[in-house]
C-alpha cells in the first residue's frame, strides 16, 4: 500500500505508486504509527521553510514515516514541487539554491523569502492553496494552472500539459484568459527570470 507522501500541484498529498524525482519537507506531519499506517492527519505544514530536495544525498538512509522525524514528501518533478509552494533546498542543491534566489531578484535570508513565499501559497487556519486569477498571457514557462475541468496543467510555450498523479497528459493549445494560478507569485518571478525547473515531459517532448 503506498503511503500518503505523493504531493500533487494543488495541493494534495495522495497515496500513489507513482516515483518522485525529488524529496521534500515541510516538518513532521505524520502521528508516531504512520510508518505502519502510512496516512497524514489533516496538517500540511508545521514551519515555512518548504525545500525541495535530491532523492541521494552523503548516503543519507531514511526510514520513511518515522517518529519524531520530517515527513519524506515526493513530487513528480521539479515543476510540481514549485507549483506546491516548495523552492530548492540550500543543503544538498547548493548552486540550484543560490540560481533560484538570484532569479528570484532575491538577496536577503532565506527565511525571509520564506516568509513572502508562504504568504503567496498559503491559506492559514485551513491548510489551503492560494490560487489568485491571473492572466495566461503574464504568465512564464513552467508555471501550474487549473484548466476549465479543474486539473493542474504546466504551461510551457504554445502548450498547456495536463497532469495525472501519473505524470503528464498529451499537451494541449495553451489557453487564454484568466485562470486560477497554483505556482506561488514569487517563484513565478524566479521562472521569468530564468530559472529552468527539472521536468519530466512526456516522450515526444523530453
Not at 518522485?20 to 516538518?27: I, S, T
Not at 519524531?68 to 513528480?76: A, D, V
Not at 543560490?98 to 523569502?113: I, L, R
Amino acid at each position: 500500500m503506498p503511503r500518503q507522501n505523493r504531493v500533487q500541484p494543488n495541493g494534495q498529498i495522495l497515496a500513489h505508486p507513482t516515483r518522485g524525482a525529488f524529496l521534500g519537507n515541510r516538518g513532521i506531519l505524520h502521528d508516531d504509527k504512520a510508518h505502519q499506517h502510512g496516512q497524514l492527519p489533516h496538517r500540511r505544514w508545521r514551519h515555512k521553510a518548504w525545500v525541495c530536495c535530491v532523492l541521494s544525498f552523503k548516503n543519507r538512509q531514511r526510514h520513511l514515516m518515522a517518529p519524531n522525524r520530517y515527513t519524506e514528501l515526493f513530487f513528480y518533478d521539479e515543476a510540481v514541487a514549485l507549483a506546491a509552494g516548495h523552492r530548492p533546498c540550500a543543503e544538498c542543491r547548493r548552486a540550484d539554491h543560490k540560481a533560484f534566489f538570484a532569479a528570484a531578484d532575491h538577496s536577503g535570508s532565506a527565511p525571509a523569502f520564506d516568509d513572502k513565499l508562504h504568504a503567496a501559497r498559503a491559506i492559514p487556519r485551513i491548510y489551503g492553496q492560494n490560487r489568485p486569477l491571473e492572466d495566461i498571457a503574464d504568465l512564464p514557462d513552467a508555471t501550474f494552472i487549473l484548466t476549465d475541468t479543474g486539473r493542474p496543467a504546466l504551461l510551457l510555450e504554445d502548450m498547456a500539459l495536463p497532469f495525472t498523479p501519473n505524470g503528464y497528459t498529451a499537451p494541449l493549445k495553451r489557453p487564454q484568459g484568466r485562470y486560477p494560478v497554483l505556482t506561488p507569485a514569487p517563484t513565478r518571478i524566479a521562472l521569468r527570470n530564468g530559472f529552468h525547473p527539472t521536468l519530466r515531459l512526456p516522450t515526444p517532448l523530453a
